[in-house]
């Protein structure tokens, strides 16, 4: 069955980076896109970005453009996101999900989340 | 961007009774809707995708329906494994989510 495990959260200070992995088993992961969504303490939830299946194509939240970066490496079956410039707002629980087509259509399966925590 | 409306935030009700949480998109998302559940420290799972379509595994007391800016979801016969919170999400723009319905039972 798909298995999503999201790792590498943690405390931050503000400004600071952290890189998010994503290990994926139990599907083709080279024939589907892949989104990070984060859900802010006792909030909703936001899309934070998607990479194409062979990770052609990237596209980003308004929240997050020009200060994260999605990417992956088909030959791990392991999705990343890169957080520079981390702030306060940054706080959430972070998703990875599978998309249920190669491109950007809608997740379908989820991982665990991991826990990002930005303060000083 | 295209923002997500959903109502009631919070949703009080019995076993066995028929609910209905609606969502409005700002903007046409054609058919291009999924709902998810999530329980506490959970993970979101997928229950209708197009509007419509069952996920595989969802049991048939959930339905969806709609078109362009209006949908909902309706829980047919309420169950206590249905206390959750519910979220619409468009994909007809990239995603967003609806704030989400808490349903308490």
Partial sequence: ????????????????????????????????????????PGKGLEWVAVIWHDGSTTYYGDSVKGRFSISRDNSK????LQMNGLRADDTAVYYCAKDRFDSSGFPDRWGQGTLVTVSS | DIQMTQSPSNLSASVGDRVTITCRASQSVNKWLAWYQQKPGKAPRLLIYKTST?????????????????????????????????????????LSFGRGTKVEI
């Fill in chain 2, 54 to 94: 069952l996920e595989s595994g969802v049991p048939s007391r959930f339905s969806g329906s709609g078109s362009e800016t209006g949908f909902a979801l309706t829980i047919s016969s309420l169950q206590p494994d249905d206390s959750a919170t519910y979220y619409c999400q468009q994909y007809s723009d990239f």
């Fill in chain 1, 77 to 80: 079956n392991t999705l990343f």
């Fill in chain 1, 1 to 40: 069955q798909v298995q999503l495990v999201e790792s590498g959260g943690g405390v931050v200070q503000p400004g600071g980076s952290l890189r998010l992995s994503c290990a994926a088993s139990g599907f083709t992961f080279n024939r589907h896109g892949m989104h990070w969504v984060r859900q802010l």
